[in-house]
């Protein structure tokens, strides 16, 4: 219910027997593994919305972008997401892919791919960052030299 079938094959006998399991068992299932912006394999074989497909690798932002995680566990996943966004900002910030070591903007793209951030997450964040050091600039450039205030006082 929570995995799937193991490397011999299913447990069950049918499709039927599986989902009456499913049915027998769903809420100890769900309470114990629908968190965390994943869904166990019961949920994925008779609960999945129509036209949604399971990727491990992008459960989360999957899950994310269908709207299917709300209140505390969404609240949780996109704070998780920000501080690995904002990790990813560090001056000191680096990747390791395939033997490589990766940097900057290169470093920080497959980052967002390996949390699994949602683009538009990525992008509204990215947006606002530029925003901040907009505004961090103008007001350097704006604000008295400290001699000037020195000066002044």
């Known amino acids: 219910m929570w995995l799937g079938p193991g490397p011999r094959g299913s447990l069950f006998r049918s499709r039927e027997q599986l989902h009456d ?5 769903r809420a100890e299932v769900m309470a114990q593994w ?24 992008h459960e989360q932002s999957i899950l994310w972008e269908a ?3 709300v209140g505390e566990e969404k609240a949780e996943l996109e704070a998780w997401w920000w501080r690995e966004f904002e990790r990813a900002h560090s001056p000191d910030f680096f990747v390791s892919a395939g033997g490589k070591v990766l940097y900057g903007a290169k ?12 683009r538009v ?7 606002g ?18 001699a000037q205030i020195a000066a002044k006082g």
Do not use: Y
Not at 107 to 118: E, G, L, Q, S, Y
């Open 107 to 118: 470093a920080r793209r497959k980052h967002f791919r390996d949390v699994d951030i949602p």
């Open 129 to 146: 960052r530029r925003r901040r050091t907009r505004t961090i600039r103008k007001l350097r450039e704006g604000a008295p030299a400290p």
């Open 21 to 25: 399991a499913w049915l027998q068992g």
């Open 34 to 57: 629908a968190k965390n912006g994943r869904r166990p394999a019961g949920w994925w074989e008779f609960e999945r919305p129509a036209g949604l497909s399971f990727n491990e690798d």
């Open 121 to 127: 997450l990525i992008e509204a964040w990215t947006q």
């Open 67 to 69: 709207g299917i995680l």
